[in-house]
C-alpha cells in the first residue's frame, strides 16, 4: 500500500509503499477514504512540537474509511462497513489509567512508545492497521460525504470535555477559545447536548459573529483582549446568569490569564475542565475552590466509547456536518496538505487527504454543501 | 383569601374565605396568579380514587404566581418575583427517603398526612402558603404567560422519568403513552433534552400524527393494539436501531400487557423507568434482565431540584410553551373548571383556575397562541 | 502443552497435548499455577445445563498463574508477573454492550461463539491464551499460595452486583443466598467494602452459624422456610433498621419466592441487584416499586476494572483468602478433580486444579492454613 | 435558657438568660447535652479570624442532645430522641447552591447573613433552634456517652472531602495534614470508608506514630519538611504503590508547599479534595493535570445526608468513638473551656460543654474510657 512517511523530522514526508497490513486478533484493517490534516500537523511534523515519536513512519492521525479486513474475534464489524478510525490507542493491559497513543501523532511514554511499534502508521495511507476497538460504525454513507465525516474527530475532542463537564441540558457553559477548530466545534458539540446557553470567547470578532450566525441566539459572543480587568467586565456585562461549567480549549498562549478569567467564572459548585495547551502553571485562589465547592478537572481526549455516541448526535440530526468547508488532496500530494492546513484550518475549515482524488483543482478548492 | 374548599369527598368544592396565611421561617406565601386543573383531579375529589387526604381542605396542585411574602430566613425570593409553586413537599427531617405530600392532591403516608396538616392547603385559592425550597424563580414574565407555565407542572412529571433513566443526548428513548398529557409533554422534555430519537408508543394515531406534526422526524410513532405479539412486531419494524431507555408513563390498564412490550425492548445494559399508574403486578423475565445488565427504577415525582434545571431549558428556548391549548377560569367557576379538565384535558391542551380572571367566554374557549 | 479437553458433552474430559499458544497483539499466554473448579462444572460438562460451547474445547474458566509471553503491544505486563486470568471475554468491537464469552465454560450468542473461536482454550491446561486485558498483576506471591488466589474469581462475581447496588459504607445489604459458594463470598466482599450489616439469608443454619463465627457481628443470619410470610416475619424481627441494598444470588430454585421476599425488603430509593439463577419470570408490585423509587438491576459478571479493584482489596488485608479450605488434583486428574467439586464445593470451600502438582494424597486432602 | 454569649469581638463569653425558643414549621428545638469547643474558637471569637457574624450571639457551633419540642411538620423526629446537631445550615429557597451558615461560628455571605438573623444562636446554651433537617437522629444511647459523640462533627468535615473524592474501599488516600484534629478524624474516617492504605503525613512524628498504633498497617505515616524536593522524596519512598485520592486539609501555612506536593502524588484520573485553609493561589501544572485527566476539588463541610451516613458508620463499630479523650467544662465555665481547647484540643482530643456538668475537677480532666 501507498503511504505518506515521515523519515525524520524537518523532512519532508514521503509518498512510498509499504507491506500492506494484515488483521491478527483484536486488529482490522481499513480502507482509507478520507484521513483530515491536523493544522498544526506540520509543527510536529517539523520536529517543533517536540512531540515524542519513532521514525520513520506513516503519519495522519484519525480516519474515515471502510473496513477491509478483520480479526478472527470481530462480533459486530465487518468489510464493507464504513467507520470512524479513532487514533486513540489505549493500552489494553492496564484497567484503571492506560497509556494512550494517538496514532501518526505521539507517543508520550514509554507504554505509549510500546504501542506505536505495532500500532503506529497512521492514516495517510490507502490502508490503516486498527485495534478493533478503535473502529466506530457510522451506518451506510454516501461515499461523497466521507470526506465530512472527519470533522467527527475534531468535535470528538471538546466533547470529551463536556462530559469531563457533565454538561446537562439547559446549562450554560463556558467555551474558553471558542474561536479555534477545536474550540468552535466545542460550540456545536455543547448546543447538540442541549446546553441553553453557550458563551463563547475568544480574540476574534469575526468568527465570534459567524458562530452567532450559524447557532443563533444560544451562543453569546465575548471579545477578549487578555487584559485580565477588562475582560472580566466584558464577561460579566455579557453573560446571562450563571455559567454552569467552563472549558477551557485555548491554544498554547504566552500567559494563562485568559484560562484564569474564564476559570473564575463558574458558579458555585461548577465545573472547570482543562484541556487546552497551556504551558506552565495554573493558579487559583484555593478559598475560592474550597468555599464555592469548585471541581477543575483536567481531560485527555474522550473516553472510549465517546465516537459511539457522538455518532449518535449526528445521526439524529443534532449536529450537523453540513456547513464546513473542505480542501482535497490526494495522497500524492500529503506535503501540500499539510502545508494547506497550517495555512487556512479554522473553524468549520478541514483540509483531508484522500487516497483515491484525482489530483486537481476540485479536490483542492473549498466546497460548501448541505449533507443529504 | 378565596379559596376551593373541598368539604367532603363527593362534594362540589365550595369557594368560601379562608383566613390569610403569613410565613414563618422556611417559608412563603404567593399570591396565585394561575393553577393547573389535573384531568384526573374530578376522580381524587368524587373519592373515586380514594387518594388519602384529610378534608375540608382547599384543593389545587401546583401554580404559577407571585411572591407575597417571606420568611425571615429567605436569602434569594423576594416579593413580586414571578415563582413555580412545586406541590411536591418532602419531609424536612430524614434525608435519605423523606415522607411526601403533593399538595391539595395526596397524602400517601402518616408522615405525609402530617405534612398536610401544616402545608396542606392548595393552589386553587388566592394565596398559597409554601415550604421556600417549593417556590423557584421563573424570571420576569408577561403577566399574560402566566398560565401557559402551569405545563411546567407537567413536563417535571416525565422530566423526573427521563433524569431517573439518566438520559443522555443523542440516545434514543421510547415513551410508553405518549398520547396521554404527562406522555406527550415527555416527548417534548426529551426532545428538549437531546433525545436523539424518541419513540412514541400509544393507541390514538391522531395524536402521534400531532406529535410528528409538532416536533419532526426525531419522533418514531408506533400505534399499539395492546395484542402483545402485533406490537413487538410494529415496534421491531418501526423502530431504527436500539432502545437506549423506556419511560413507562402509561394510565391504569386492565393488564400489564403493554409496559412488558415496551420494558421487553430495551437494550442490553439500557434502563427501564416506571412513573405510569399500573395496579398489580409486573412480570418481569429474570434471567433476561439478568443476562444483559438492564436496570428497572421505579420513580416518584422528580429530584428536589429538577424545577430549577427545567425553567432553564424553558428559558433557553429548548422546550417551548407556545403551542399550547389554554382554557381559563376564574376561582368562583372552579367546579366547571374541574369538569372541564376531564373532559378536555389532553396532550397540550391546559385547564387553568386564575383567581382574578374576568368570568365570561374568553376564559372559557380555547386559546392558541405563540409565546413572544 | 497439555489440556483437559472436553470433546463431546456427556464424556470424560480427556487429557492430551494441545499445540502450545503464541500471543499476538493484544495477547499474553500464561502458565497455569492454578485453576479453580466450579461447582456445577459437571453440570455444564455432561451437557445438563445446555451452555452453549463449540466442541472439542480445553474448558476450565479463570486462573492464576504467570506470564509465560506477552504480544508486542504490552505496555505493563511481562514474563514472570504473577496474574488473575480473568475469563471474562469482552467483544472489542462493540463499547456499550459488547457480547461475553467466559472461557471455557460458556459462549451464548453468536459474538460470543466468534469469539470462543479464537480464546476459547480455557485454563485446565498447562498454558492459556488470553486477551491481554483479561490479565490482572496480583503483585509478588509465594507459590504455595497461589491456589487460594482462585477464591478472587469467586468473589469478583458477588463484587459485580455490590458495585452494581453502589453499595456505600456503612450501608446495610441483604444477601440472598448467603450459603452458597458465591453468596458467602459475597458476604465477606461486602463486609470488606465496608458494609455496616449483611443480613445473610439461606437455608442451612450451619453455614449462617459459620458466617457469624467468621466475620462477627456484622453479619445477622437469617434461616429462610421458602414459606412467604414465615420468611417476612423472620426477616422482619432479624432486621436492625433499613435494608439499604439487596443483592439476590440464589441459584435456580423451583419458585421465586425466596428472591420475592428479599426484593420487597429494600427500603425506599434502594436498590436489587439480581444475579442469580432464577428461571421463569420475577413479578413485583409496579406501584411499590414506583411510589418507593425503587431500583432492580440485572448484572451480569462485574466492570472491566473490577479484578484490579477487589486485588487491592486483598492486599490490603481487608478481604482474606487464608481461611479457605483447599483440594488439590494435578492436570491428569481433572475428571477427579470436577467430580470432586460437585460433592465437596461450597461456603469457603475450593476445588484447583494445578498442572504441576505431584498426584497424591496433599493434593488431594483439605488443608487450612492461613495466608502470610 | 442560659447561653454563653458573645457581645463583641474580643470580649469574654457572658453567661446570660435567652428567652426560650419554640420550634415553628420545619425547626426544632433540642436540650444540648454535649456541644463541641473548637480549637479555634478562641481566634474567632477574639475577632482574630475576622469571620463575618452579626452579635450578640450564643456562640458554640454543632451538638449532641435530645430533642425538646418539634415544629408541626416533623415526621420522624419526637421530643426525647437523642440527636446530632449539624450546625451546617443551608438556605432553602436556593436548590443549587444554597448559601450556608454555621451556626454560632460564621455566616460568610448576605444570604448566610439572613440565615443568621433566625438560626444564629449555636450551642452554648441549654437548649438550640434548629432547622427540622439538620437534627440526625443517633439512636438509644447512655448519656455517659452523649460528649463523645461530638467526635461526629470533626469527623464529618473529612468525611465530606473524602465522599468528594469518591474513596472506593481498597484504594490508598492520601491525607496532608494527617496529624491536625481534623486530619486525624480524617484516617480514622478513610480506614472505616474501607480504604486499603492512608498515608498520613504531617510535622508531628509523635501524632503519626500514634495514629500507626491505634489505626496498625494500613496507615502509612510519613513526616514532612515543607522542603518540596526531601518530602517528595520522603514519599516516594514510602509510598507502596499509586495514590488514588488526596485530601488536603492542612490548617493555614506560610506558603503552599505542602499542599502541592501533596496534589502532585496523585495518580493519573485520581483526584485531589481541597478542604484546607491555604490563603492565596494555589499552582498546579496545567499539563500535567490534563494529560493525565487528574481533578481538583474544593469541598466545604459535606452533603446534607453526610450525617445519617456517618452516624450509620459508627453504629455499624467500623468508626470508634471509644478511644478518645474528653475535658468537660459546664456551661458557666464556658470561656475556660474556650481556652482549654485552645491549649489542649488534638488529634482525639475533645474539649466540651455540658450544661449540666457539676463544675469541678471530674469534668475538667482528661477521661478517657471505652464506649460500650
Not at 512531540?51 to 474515515?64: D, E, F, I, S
Not at 455518532?311 to 480542501?327: E, N, P, Q
Request: glycine share 10%.
Amino acid at each position: 500500500m501507498k503511504a505518506a512517511v515521515l523519515k525524520a523530522f524537518g523532512t519532508p514526508l514521503v509518498i512510498e509503499t509499504l507491506p500492506d497490513p494484515h488483521p491478527g486478533a483484536g486488529e482490522l484493517v481499513v480502507d482509507i477514504v478520507a484521513a483530515p490534516v491536523l493544522s498544526y500537523a506540520a509543527e510536529v511534523y517539523s520536529g517543533a512540537r517536540q512531540y515524542p515519536l519513532h521514525l520513520p513512519l506513516a503519519v495522519g492521525t484519525g480516519a474515515v474509511g471502510r473496513v477491509r479486513a478483520v480479526g478472527p474475534d470481530a462480533t459486530r464489524l465487518a468489510p464493507g462497513d464504513w467507520v470512524f478510525c479513532d487514533p486513540t490507542v489505549r493500552a489494553r493491559d492496564e484497567a484503571l489509567a492506560p497509556d494512550i497513543l494517538l496514532q501518526g501523532l505521539i507517543a508520550p511514554s514509554p507504554g505509549a512508545q510500546r504501542l506505536q511499534a505495532h500500532f503506529g502508521h497512521g492514516s495517510f495511507a490507502e490502508q490503516q492497521l486498527l485495534p478493533l476497538e478503535n473502529a466506530f460504525r457510522l451506518g451506510p454513507l454516501d461515499a461523497a460525504d466521507a470526506a465530512r465525516w472527519c470533522a467527527l474527530g475534531t468535535c470528538l475532542v471538546p466533547y470529551g470535555g463536556l462530559l469531563a463537564a457533565d454538561l446537562q441540558a439547559g446549562e450554560t457553559v463556558l467555551i474558553s477559545g471558542a474561536t479555534g477548530q477545536f474550540g468552535s466545534a466545542g460550540v456545536a458539540v455543547a448546543l447538540a447536548m442541549g446546553a441553553g446557553c453557550v458563551v463563547a470567547t475568544g480574540r476574534s470578532e469575526a468568527v465570534l459573529a459567524d458562530l452567532v450566525r450559524r447557532f443563533g441566539a444560544r451562543v453569546v459572543p465575548v471579545a477578549l483582549t487578555s487584559n485580565e480587568s477588562t475582560d472580566q467586565q466584558r464577561l460579566r456585562q455579557a453573560v446571562p446568569g450563571l455559567v454552569d461549567k467552563v472549558l477551557d480549549i485555548l491554544p498554547p498562549l504566552p500567559d494563562a490569564t485568559l484560562v484564569r478569567t474564564a476559570a473564575q467564572l463558574v458558579r458555585p459548585h461548577g465545573t472547570v475542565v482543562l484541556m487546552g495547551g497551556q504551558r506552565g502553571e495554573l493558579a487559583l485562589n484555593y478559598a475560592h475552590l474550597m468555599r464555592h465547592c469548585i471541581t477543575v478537572r483536567g481531560q485527555y481526549m474522550y473516553p472510549r466509547e465517546a465516537p459511539a455516541r457522538l455518532i449518535g448526535l449526528i445521526r439524529a440530526g443534532l449536529l450537523s456536518l453540513a456547513d464546513v468547508a473542505l480542501t482535497r488532496f490526494p495522497l500524492d500530494q500529503a506535503n501540500e496538505a499539510v502545508a494547506h492546513a497550517a495555512q487556512t484550518s479554522g473553524p468549520f475549515r478541514y483540509t483531508v487527504i484522500q487516497p483515491d482524488a484525482t489530483p486537481g483543482t476540485e479536490q483542492g478548492g473549498s466546497v460548501r454543501y448541505p449533507l443529504a
